[in-house]
């Protein structure tokens, strides 16, 4: 059995990738953040205080025949961009892109951060990290895609994200035809919840890979992608206009500017990110000032290749061998 979904880039930045889920019977379709960087899947709910909830689509677990409260159950999450969300569990049929877990716990918020009252095109997060994330108390709760694995043609799943078009999560199958190269693997750590993996090295426009390692997270949840600043003074140190503001809190630099590529080893094989994809947007509507898809990782203390690497491949998320596949597109 398998599964595939569409996902779509949320506004123009490419902040976030929506994809829609079903919950529920009769089916309930909430668009949903993918994030391989959690585990809960949490969502906007008939128990989200109105003043949150509006503008949001809502799971209403009364209005299901499958829902069941997961009694005494609850959560707390914190992301890495200081948004969170807490509340209560029911577990409910969920289904991804046609495949189906009859019994998936189903966080239901009863307290949002502003961030999420905010972003009204998702109503929710579903985690595809490693179960160990998993923030429910007082018994953790198995991630959609851990619940679905067994049944899965195979233990994996990949993630096709792309700049303003309509992109892929495939599950129990890797589509060679989504790749232009062949899919380096390399072992992932899911110890922290995350999918870790090292990058072996990186070069900036076309030059030869050094051999500096990089040892990061694969996160479709995060936008950009972030790294140490030693990497980051070596890209932007070709882009003449480019300089650190304050008020965007990262590198900014002049629209017009041709970006150098930006390239890391991994699996013995070369991902190399065009520059136009770290020519991420405009700092403000019709601004010519525009902020780098590239940004340091130096608050956070662990790098991270969010979905401005990943634009540039398919990434295969292989529990079953815990390993990480990537594939220049
Ligand atoms: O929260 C994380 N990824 N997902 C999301 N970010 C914002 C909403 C969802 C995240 C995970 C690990 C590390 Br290290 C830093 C950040």
Do not use: M
């Amino acid at each position: 059995q398998t599964g595939s979904a569409n996902t779509n880039p949320s506004d123009s930045a490419d902040d976030e990738y929506i994809t829609n889920v079903s919950i529920g019977t009769p089916a309930q379709v909430l668009p949903l953040d993918f994030d391989t960087g959690s585990s809960d899947l949490w969502v906007f709910s008939s128990e989200t205080p109105k003043s949150s909830a509006s503008g949001h689509v809502t799971y209403s677990p009364s209005k299901s025949s499958t829902a069941k409260k997961l009694s005494g159950a609850s959560w707390s999450i914190t992301y890495g961009d200081h948004s969170s969300s807490s509340g209560d569990v029911y577990t409910d049929k969920v289904t991804v892109g046609g495949f189906s877990v009859s019994s998936q716990a189903v966080e239901s918020a009863t307290k949002v951060s502003t961030q999420f009252v905010q972003d009204t095109v998702i109503s929710g997060l579903l985690g595809l990290g490693f179960d160990v994330g998993n923030t429910v108390k007082p018994r953790a709760q198995k991630t959609w895609f851990s619940n679905a694995a067994n049944s899965l043609a195979q233990p994996l799943f990949t993630a096709d994200l792309k700049h303003q078009q309509t992109g892929s999560y495939n599950f129990g199958f890797i589509d060679t035809t989504l790749a232009k190269g062949p899919i380096g693997y390399t072992p992932a750590d899911g110890s922290e919840g995350y999918w870790g993996f090292t990058a072996t090295g990186y070069s900036v426009g076309g030059a030869k890979l050094n051999r500096n390692s990089i040892t990061g997270i694969a996160d479709t949840g995060t936008t950009l992608l972030l790294l140490d600043d030693d990497v980051v003074n070596a890209y932007y140190n070709n882009v003449e206009s480019a300089q650190y503001d304050d008020s965007q809190q990262g590198v900014v630099f002049d629209c017009s500017e041709d970006l150098p590529s930006f390239s890391f080893g991994v699996g013995g094989t070369t991902i190399t990110i065009p520059g136009s994809l770290i020519n991420l947007t405009p700092v403000s509507d019709g601004s010519s000032t525009c902020f780098g898809g590239l940004q340091s990782s130096a608050d956070i203390g662990i790098n991270i290749f969010g979905d401005v690497a990943l634009k540039a491949a398919l990434v295969v998320f292989d529990l079953g061998n815990e390993r990480l596949g990537w594939a220049q597109k």
